[in-house]
């Protein structure tokens, strides 16, 4: 059988990782965009993960000429009226790092007693055509007053998952996957890539541009020289 190829939209290891290992096992090649040339950065100016996840699976689709998946997530704060949600990338200005989001967002807690959170995210599929599929996972939690852990990205080392008793930073890969936001989309995703795969190949044969029929041609001998 052959595999499914397709490009995550991101430079994120921690990312390529977790979906390489929730689709091991199925036929798929998994690539990101570390494996092509430069790309174009893109603007995540939506207004929802759903807006964004989409206009960056596309617009990897239409650059590369392949099926692109892409998440879109973040985490939304209650007490901070759902921020930084969209913003949870760059929450502390353009280039920020996970370390410089981390410290804003402990400030901006600092003494609230209401830490409730959650990790919400989007995952979109797209073909170069245009077509996509969305699937959306949530995790609930709490914001700790300090960093616990080692592992994970983002925010990881401050959310505390009651599920499992522990960060996501204390929580090795498998128990992340099995409850996170990412994991749970990606989870539906797993679950259906059967039918996934048989969509994105009939999207792909609809871009290819249909044969010539020469039979309109059968008549004509060719042997001959064209009068003029």
């Known amino acids: ?13 921690g990312k390529v990782e977790e979906f390489q290992e929730m689709l091991r096992g199925h036929e798929v090649e998994i690539r990101s965009l570390a494996d092509f ?12 993960f759903d807006d964004n996840a989409y206009k960056k699976a596309l ?24 921020a930084p949600g969209v913003r949870s990338a760059r929450y502390a200005g353009p280039g920020a790092s996970d370390a410089d989001n981390i410290d804003k967002l402990l400030a901006e807690l600092r003494g609230v007693e ?19 599929l969305t699937y959306e996972g949530s995790c609930q939690g709490l914001i700790t007053e300090e960093r616990r852990g080692e592992g994970g990205f983002g925010y990881d080392p ?11 930073a204390e929580a ?23 039918k996934i ?8 044969r609809e871009m290819k541009p249909e044969k010539p029929d020469h039979r309109q041609f059968a008549h004509n001998d060719w042997s001959q020289e064209k009068m003029v």
């Open 114 to 132: 209401n830490r409730r959170a959650a990790f919400q995210c989007v995952v979109s599929i797209a073909v170069p055509s245009g077509p996509a």
């Open 197 to 204: 795969s048989i969509w994105i190949a009939a999207r792909l």
């Open 37 to 48: 040339g430069p790309i174009p950065e893109v603007e995540e100016d939506g207004d929802t």
């Open 59 to 82: 617009f990897t689709a239409k650059v590369l000429g392949l099926p692109a998946m892409s998440d879109d997530s973040g985490l939304v704060v209650e007490a901070l009226s759902g």
């Open 158 to 168: 401050v959310f505390f998952c009651p599920e499992l008793g522990k960060t996501f």
């Open 1 to 13: 059988m052959t595999k499914t190829l397709i490009v995550l939209a991101t430079r994120n290891k």
């Open 172 to 194: 090795t890969m498998a128990e992340k996957n099995r409850v996170s936001h990412r994991g749970r989309a990606l989870t539906e995703i797993v679950n259906e890539f059967d």
